[in-house]
């Protein structure tokens, strides 16, 4: 079974252009979340899909972020325009279901994409 | 708002010997879950082991244990046997009722051979 996906692996910007970021999650997996980990920092959370609805949208910094996720499978974060306290790394992370039953919630994550502004 | 702190950003250990990770947290929820992630030097982040919150005994995995104090909100993980493997960033996390997570800022662990 594939794990989730993250591309591209690093991406260098300039302040002020537009990146995407993309997420594959494990194939059936209908949560998908997008995390942050700013160097040194704690990894927080960003937001929140079930299948194509934002369930959760309460950690995204500002409206220069913005995810899609097109038709309940991958998703896109895309930030526009970047500025520099946006590196960091962005982790993706998908799970089966909700809820407390075992194995529903454990989140499988991606390997993260490290985005550098300068 | 749930927090998770974790107050050492390093620790080693030597090869066999055995290394405790600390881990204590905010909340005023009764039911969570809490989790220790492993992410290993550019690989992804892995599940090591988890603790329902309900649940009194201690979670085990193999080498890897947890000395989970409800009242204290602590969340400590062991780890027995170190093994060279074994080194990674570990990230403990909280999840609640609405399976959203809250991590720490994780504590690096380098193994000594």
């Known amino acids: 079974e594939a794990g989730v996906t993250q591309f591209p692996s690093h991406s260098v910007i300039e302040k002020g252009q537009t990146v995407t970021l993309r997420c594959d999650p494990i194939?059936?997996?209908?949560?998908l979340y997008w995390y942050r980990r700013v160097m040194g920092k704690e990894i927080k959370f960003l937001l929140h899909f079930v299948k194509e609805s934002k369930q959760d949208e309460s950690g995204m910094p500002n409206n220069r972020f913005l995810a899609e996720r097109t038709g309940g499978t991958y998703s896109t974060l895309k930030v526009q325009p970047a500025e520099l306290e946006d590196s960091g790394v962005y982790f993706c992370?998908?799970?089966?279901?909700?809820?407390f039953g075992r194995g529903a919630y454990e989140q499988y994550f991606g390997p993260g994409t490290r985005l550098t502004v300068t | 708002a749930q927090t998770v702190t974790q107050s050492q950003p390093e620790m080693s250990v030597q090869e066999a010997e055995t290394v405790t990770l600390s881990c204590t947290y905010d909340t005023s929820e009764s039911d969570y879950y809490l989790f220790w992630y492993k992410q290993p030097p550019s690989r992804q982040m892995i599940l090591v082991i988890r603790?329902?919150?309900?649940?009194?005994q201690n979670a085990t995995e193999n080498r890897f244990s947890v000395n989970f104090q409800k009242a204290a909100k602590s969340f400590s993980l062991k780890i027995s046997d170190s093994q060279l493997g074994d080194a990674a960033m570990y990230f403990c996390?909280?999840?609640?009722?609405?399976?959203?997570?809250?991590f720490g800022s994780g504590t690096k662990l380098n193994v000594k051979p």
């Open positions: 603790q329902e919150a309900y649940k009194q």
């Open positions: 992370a998908s799970s089966q279901g909700l809820g």
């Open positions: 996390a909280y999840m609640d009722n609405f399976n959203k997570f809250y």
């Open positions: 194939s059936g997996h209908d949560n």
